[in-house]
């Protein structure tokens, strides 16, 4: 059964599931669709084309959907993709995509971006991340699964952060970070493997010391990026967790935090 409060302005434009619950002074606009089971918490505003999934929690004040915040925008319309099970807390600030890019902003499933938060146009982020109070995306930014963004970090655009890092709080991130990697600073750099979060997240004593090793390979023997990756190629041929972390140094347009 739905639950909308009386103060709350939904568009007739607007699909939502049963079971939404809508609260006091939302506002829920055109070409929206929300999912099963979400609750939007008061004076949320939630401007479309946005699709929300199921089971998420907007906590209050939050603006999702909002126009891009570029100078290039001029009105085309453009959208903001949102997963399962996202909690998303006070005053955060998630915008559509634009034309310069895939035209979408995408936020996966099972994230936690705690207040004041702020995902740009044309961001990726993935899923079960986390990003700390005040942490800030620039447009174009690629965040994947398992990360955890300090508070008040920010990443410069266009710069990737690998699935498994951590970012310390305060950092300014300007370019990309490797998976598995703990990183902190102004600018950025890393600070070895990542090992406690891995850990957490199910990867073998065998894998870490394999992620160790190639960590060793990458910044500590002196090798250009592609030597390295060649013999990370050689070395580990048929490991998971290496041939990803040899893929995102291969894609890298910005360069990597060392």
């Known amino acids: 059964m739905q639950r909308i409060d009386p103060t709350a302005r939904i568009s007739p434009l607007a699909t939502l599931a049963e079971e939404v619950d809508i609260g006091p002074y939302a506002v829920v606009g055109d070409k929206v669709a929300i999912g099963e089971g979400t609750a939007i918490g008061p004076y949320c505003m939630i401007q479309g084309p946005t699709t929300i999934g199921r089971g998420c929690t907007f ?5 999702i959907g909002t126009p891009p915040q570029d100078h290039s925008y001029r009105g085309e319309e453009t959208r903001l993709a949102i997963g399962d099970r996202n909690t ?8 559509r995509g634009t034309l310069k890019d895939r035209g979408v902003t995408t ?33 174009h930014v690629e965040i994947n699964d398992c990360a955890i963004i300090g508070g008040l970090a920010a990443i410069h655009q266009f710069t990737r952060v690998g699935a498994y890092t951590i970012i310390g ?11 598995y990697a703990k990183a902190s600073g102004d ?20 894998q870490i010391e394999r992620i160790e090793k190639a960590y060793r390979v990458i910044f500590k023997q ?9 013999t990370l190629e050689q070395e580990f041929p048929d490991h998971e967790e290496i041939l990803h972390l040899v893929a995102f140094l291969a894609s890298s347009k910005r360069g990597v935090a060392r």
């Open 88 to 95: 998303v807390r006070e005053f955060v600030t998630i915008n």
């Open 107 to 139: 936020v996966g499933s099972d994230n936690l971006i705690m207040a004041y938060c702020h995902v740009a146009h044309d961001c990726m982020v993935g899923n079960h991340v986390v990003m700390g109070n005040l942490a800030t995306l620039a447009g």
């Open 222 to 230: 002196g090798l250009m990026l592609k030597e390295a990756i060649h």
């Open 59 to 63: 906590t209050g004040y939050a603006s």
């Open 187 to 206: 600018r950025a750099s890393l600070f070895g493997v990542n090992t406690i979060g891995l850990k957490r997240n199910g990867f073998t004593k065998e």
């Open 169 to 179: 709080g305060g950092s300014m991130v300007s370019l990309d970070i490797v998976p």
